[in-house]
């Protein structure tokens, strides 16, 4: 690996994360609501590793306890029914999901019991059921503050709490105004205030509000039926919220066309260009009574949006983004405070060459908000899925040398990406505890842990047989290193949330990409290993599961992922959780078969496609596999 990447060594940048606690069964985290009913639950509240007296070979046996395992999942098909009350038209993809294009489906059923948020995040005693709620005084052209003012504040509350890294593209505080001082909102307006409202019952703990949601996202879809010949701003922000509404629920094919129809809207409105924007801000009436600038704003960071849900796809998928960055020429997000105050802002235009080479100013950096960085970092995600997805697919000749060219490459980007962080936002534990404070932690944990799967990514997809033995050393000890630190970071803000300074915060974890994160983490570290490496990879795994739990709360992709993860412990060998499928051969040493994610082809997959003698003499050149930094 090269040896000039800024490091950030984990030992000192974790404080609450001594290297002799990595792999402590003891140490148990938390990620700011309290589970209740999952996966910490069923594994009593922590993995707890014991080591046996050595018999006569010197073996040991590493024992899990799982009381509640089956009783948890006996009980999900109680828990989980209000999730199926779809309609028809919305139900789940079959099988085939991924082969039709469209989101990849987990195959594992989703056995897990929804757990219960806080009740400080939801403090409404008297929550209507949708049985108890009219829904024939709500539709398209009636206001829902005028029909249920608390209702509905109630559900924007939510998602404005929860949605920061996704969808801030309207300016919260000024919105909230909007909404409440009764001005008459055009049909455009509704259509998106009813969107917000059925995202909003997403993020409640409460099962009745799950119900009303398809009450709000059903009026909100008829008002785009009306609207869609006429494109607008709240035509893309609708769709794109529907599709994150769909993709909560499991519904991945209704969410990928909706981004796609949003895209193209999108594309209409020319909104990947700032002379685009700017013809649409001409006049004095604006959307939500904003003033030009903001207007403006919310045109770029609506565009944002969905360039990163096309990020996310391609990320899901193992497939080409869709939207190409030579084709954007539009500024970067400013600061939220300038967002919010509505200032006119002149922040640098978007360019990969410029990201690429050390032309900004310290005054450009400045104003970038934290959603600049994480745009930049997704940008050097999808040209990795890109590259793998045309690697795999095009001819094996000069494979080795385009692969090295381009991870070269990839390593240059991603050094300047870290040396322009500012100090605020480059990872340790004081700058997490002030994003608990300021409300960005999900934003700053999804950036960084979008860092460690660029890594994974761009070592794990290649071909192993088309490279070297050096080289596929080299991919293993990178990837394996990365997927620790996805693992520590996941601990420690897990840890630091659970801290009682934060105990009456309402600060969550909720972007799904972290999900995807923690898995092809715990993939990448539990494929392969030796006997005396399982105590530490569980430990980890225990780790993580705090913030799979919390995730699982939201979205269907986190349930079916903390169901694989339980299965995937459930394969590793000398646990009371074994089933027997993985053993340890007579070099001490064990091989998992069954893939988390199976979206490339096994050849094209190094973790599995390497033989594991020579996967565990990989990891066995590396140094100390507890003390990597931060690279």
Same mark, same amino acid.
């Given at each position: ?6 490091a ?9 994360s ?5 792999g402590?069964?003891?140490?148990? /985290? ?6 209740? @009913?999952g ?20 073996q040991?046996?590493?024992t899990?306890r ?9 009980n999900?098909?109680?828990?989980h ?14 099988s ?6 469209s ?16 009740s ?6 008297? &929550? ?5 709620l ?12 005028q ?20 969808f ?9 105004h &909007? ?10 307006d ?9 995202? /909003? ?9 799950? @119900?009303? /949601?398809?009450?709000?996202a059903?009026?909100?879809?008829n ?5 869609c ?13 529907l ?7 499991g ?20 909104l ?6 700017? @013809?649409?801000? $001409?006049?004095d009436?604006?959307a =939500? ?15 944002w949006?969905t360039?990163?849900i096309?990020?996310f ?10 939207i ?7 500024r970067?997000?400013? #600061?939220d405070g300038?967002f ?6 002149d922040n ?11 032309h900004s #100013? ?15 970092i ?5 040209d ?13 000749f000069? =494979?080795?040398?385009? =692969?090295?060219?381009?991870r070269?490459?990839?390593h ?11 100090h ?7 700058n ?8 960005h932690?999900d ?13 994974m990514?761009?070592?794990?997809s ?17 990837a394996n290193?990365h997927?620790?630190q996805?693992?520590?970071?996941m ?23 972290i ?7 715990i993939e990448?570290?539990?494929?392969v ?20 739990? @919390?995730?699982?709360t939201? &979205?269907?992709?986190? $349930?079916?992922?903390?169901t ?7 394969e590793l060998p ?5 089933? /027997? ?18 979206t ?14 020579d ?11 507890e ?5």
């Amino acid at each position: 690996m090269s040896s000039d990447f800024p490091a950030y060594d984990d030992r000192q940048m974790h404080p609450l994360s001594p290297v002799s606690n990595i792999g402590d069964p003891t140490v148990v /985290g938390a990620t700011g609501m309290t589970p209740t @009913g999952g996966a910490i639950e069923a594994l009593e509240q922590g993995v707890e590793l014991k080591r046996r007296r050595p018999s006569n070979n010197s073996q040991h046996h590493v024992t899990l306890r799982t009381r509640h395992i089956e009783d948890h999942e006996a009980n999900f098909s109680t828990n989980h029914t209000l999730k199926k009350r779809r309609r028809s038209s919305l139900s789940a993809p079959s099988s085939t999901t991924e082969e039709n294009g469209s989101m990849p489906r987990q195959e594992q059923s989703n056995r897990l019991a929804r757990a219960s948020l806080p009740s400080t995040i939801f403090q409404s005693s008297n &929550w209507r059921s949708v049985y108890g709620l009219d829904a024939s005084r709500f539709n398209r052209e009636v206001d829902p503050i005028q029909v249920d003012p608390g209702l509905a504040l109630q559900l924007m509350d939510l998602f404005f709490g929860h949605t920061a890294s996704m969808f801030h593209i309207v300016p919260q505080k000024h919105f909230m105004h &909007w909404v409440r001082r009764g001005r008459k909102k055009s049909a455009a307006d509704l259509m998106v205030i009813y969107a917000i409202l059925a995202m /909003g019952t997403v993020f409640s703990p409460h099962a009745e509000a799950k @119900g009303s /949601g398809e009450t709000f996202a059903s009026i909100a879809r008829n008002a785009i039926e009306m609207n869609c010949r006429t494109f607008s701003l709240q035509l893309v922000q609708s769709r794109i919220l529907l599709a994150a509404y769909d993709f909560a629920f499991g519904n991945f094919r209704e969410s990928w066309n909706g981004s796609i129809l949003g895209l193209g809207v999108i594309s209409g409105l020319k909104l990947n260009l700032e002379e685009g924007i700017a @013809g649409l801000a $001409k006049g004095d009436d604006y959307a =939500y009574g904003l003033n030009k600038y903001a207007f403006m704003e919310c045109c770029r960071r609506t565009y944002w949006s969905t360039y990163m849900i096309d990020r996310f796809n391609a990320f899901c998928t193992c497939r080409p983004s869709i939207i190409h960055d030579e084709d954007i020429f539009l500024r970067l997000p400013c #600061t939220d405070g300038d967002f919010e105050e509505q200032r006119e802002t002149d922040n640098p235009l978007f360019d990969k060459k410029v990201i690429d080479q050390q032309h900004s #100013t310290e005054g450009d950096q400045a104003m970038q908000g934290i959603i600049s960085h994480l745009i930049q970092i997704s940008s050097i995600l999808g040209d990795v899925i890109s590259n793998a997805y045309r690697s795999a697919h095009g001819s094996i000749f000069g =494979y080795a040398k385009a =692969y090295e060219e381009f991870r070269e490459q990839t390593h240059e980007r991603l050094r300047l990406w870290v040396k322009k962080l500012p100090h605020h936002l480059m990872f340790s534990m004081i700058n997490m505890t002030a994003c608990i404070k300021n409300g960005h932690i999900d934003t700053f944990i999804c950036m960084h842990a979008m860092y460690h799967v660029t890594l994974m990514n761009l070592n794990r997809s290649v071909h192993p047989k088309r490279l070297e033995r050096s080289l596929t050393d080299r991919n293993i000890q990178e990837a394996n290193d990365h997927a620790y630190q996805t693992l520590y970071l996941m601990r420690d803000v897990d840890r630091l949330l659970r801290d009682k300074d934060f105990s009456n915060t309402n600060c969550t974890l909720s972007n799904p990409f972290i999900g995807y994160a923690v898995t092809a983490a715990i993939e990448i570290i539990s494929v392969v290993g030796t006997r005396d490496q399982i105590p530490s990879v569980l430990g980890l795994v225990n780790g993580a599961l705090p913030v799979m739990e @919390g995730l699982s709360t939201i &979205w269907a992709s986190a $349930k079916g992922q903390l169901t694989s993860i339980l299965n995937r412990l459930q394969e590793l060998p000398e646990t009371n959780m074994s089933r /027997g499928s993985t053993r340890i051969n007579d070099n001490d040493m064990f091989a998992v078969k069954n893939r988390l994610e199976a979206t490339t082809k096994l050849e094209d997959d190094l973790i599995y496609a390497t033989l594991k003698e020579d996967y565990v003499r990989a990891m066995e050149l590396r140094n100390d596999v507890e003390s990597v930094s931060y690279r």
